[in-house]
């Protein structure tokens, strides 16, 4: 059976998504997630925090353009930091509404 991507899935990496499918196949266990990674329980906790908010970007990403989405996603990635989104965004904003001569 072939079934299109859901929505909220389409802003996930491979990581991700291979993430995804070790926390449901540990039942949740971030515990046990931790242990198989080899890595502390609050590294995946935070791992699972930026997966919910790429979640909950992508749910929210109707009135948002590719770009902005795009730029969202590596916030949360934390491969650019606060300020350089804010500057990129209000210049990519400003640039898409300004007036063309």
């Not at 502390?40 to 989405?69: C, N």
Request: aromatic share 6%; charged share 30%; glycine share 2%.
């Amino acid at each position: 059976m072939n079934r299109p991507i859901p929505n909220w899935m389409t802003g996930l990496s491979d990581e991700d998504c291979n993430f995804l499918k070790r926390f449901l196949l540990h039942s949740g266990s971030l515990k046990k997630v931790a242990a198989e990674y080899g890595v502390s329980y609050p590294t995946v906790r935070l791992r699972l925090d930026r997966l919910i908010q790429k979640v909950e970007l992508t749910e929210a990403a109707a009135d948002l353009s590719d770009f902005e989405i795009h730029l969202r996603t590596l916030l949360v990635d934390q491969k650019i930091d606060a300020d350089t989104f804010r500057t990129i965004l209000e210049c990519h904003q400003n640039e898409t509404q300004s007036p063309t001569d």
